[in-house]
């Protein structure tokens, strides 16, 4: 496995996304898998990146200490630890391909959402621990399943309009503790291997560096500009996903 050129040609790519993602671009976070998919099986790939993305998370955990919203976090954790649950129960059950589209269906939704409804009003709500526990929730369940919990975490969060720093900082803390929370059901489900973990390792000064890259450019980015972008990255993952998904 690591020593086939054409992983690396994935891999590399993939953590300098995973990275940046780590780093503050959260949304990209969902073409990791996709990618190393492309020569390996997406049950490889998440295996391969989980350790990767606990050791990121410390880095951008350090990198954004002390900048979260705590009610965000107090509403959308516990929904999101029974995602992993749930996602931990179903394993066997849902496909990767099932996945990608549920994910890319809603990302393009929720983009298109907000363009057609800022014609008219500002798409803003407050804290709900309704909506917030759903979405946390089934971000736990689809970062189990494929790392992809970004868009769950964008459907709730963006609209309350965060400093960039605190919605990215937010972010950290909660997909630090969901990571967290994946590592003993991935053990147990067997996917922890010795070709999985030394492929890891070797990517990791690889992902590291890319962190720290991803929260200096998140800095440069003002409020209105930030949120924009990350619409439309949602929008555009969305639609790669759809398209990995039915072709």
Known sequence: MTSDPLFYAAAIPAMIILG??????NALGLLVVPIMALVISPVQAAAIALPILVLTDIVAVISYWGVFDIVTLAIMLPGAMIGVAIGWMTAAQVSEQEIRLIVGVVSMLFALNHWLRARTRRDVHAASVVKGSFWGLVC????????????????????????????????????????????????????????NLVSSAILVPVAIPSTFLGVWLVKK????????????????IGLYLVGEALL
């Open 20 to 25: 940046l993602a780590k780093g503050g671009f």
């Open 140 to 195: 736990g369940f689809t970062s189990f399943v494929s790392h992809a919990g970004g868009p769950p975490y964008q459907m709730y969060a963006v609209p309350l309009r965060l400093d960039p720093r605190v919605f990215v900082g937010t972010s950290v803390l909660l997909f630090a503790v969901i990571n967290a929370a994946k590592v003993g059901p991935y053990f147990l489900l067997g996917q922890f291997d010795t070709t």
């Open 221 to 236: 980015f003002d409020t209105e500009a930030f949120y924009q972008l990350v619409y439309a990255l949602v929008f555009l």
